[in-house]
């Protein structure tokens, strides 16, 4: 069946860097919109970024403005396995991470992974 598993997280100091993965079966991500929310403790779930293709290995990303410059979301079609790099960590990225996957009717997420950013 379809399933995403994220992993990567845990606890880092501020100005760490941490890499999450999030590994795809059941599908083939290359077709897919792939994208990483986050949820912070008590608060609604946010969109981290986004990876996008459009034919062949030609690929798109966004990112919300509080991580543009310091994530960076990656793919890796061999592995069936998108990343996401956060550097420069600050306490206010303390969430569970998720990563979701969508094309047209197909809406899909993973169990999420708990990244924790203090001193």
């Known amino acids: 069946q379809v399933q995403l598993v994220e992993s990567g997280g845990g606890l880092v100091q501020p100005g760490g860097s941490l890499r999450l993965s999030c590994a795809a079966s059941g599908f083939t991500i290359s077709r897919y919109a792939m994208t990483w929310y986050r949820q912070p403790p008590g608060k609604e779930r946010e969109l981290v970024a986004i990876?996008?293709?459009?034919?062949?290995?030609?690929?798109?990303?966004s990112y919300a403005d509080s991580v543009k410059g310091r994530f960076t979301i990656s793919r890796d079609n061999a592995k069936n396995t998108v990343y996401l790099q956060m550097n420069s960590l600050k306490p206010e990225d303390t969430a569970v991470y998720y990563c979701?996957?969508?094309?047209?009717?197909?809406?899909?997420w993973g169990q999420g992974t708990q990244v924790t950013v203090s001193s």
């Open positions: 990876i996008r293709s459009f034919g062949g290995s030609t690929s798109y990303t």
């Open positions: 979701n996957a969508r094309r047209l009717s197909d809406d899909y």
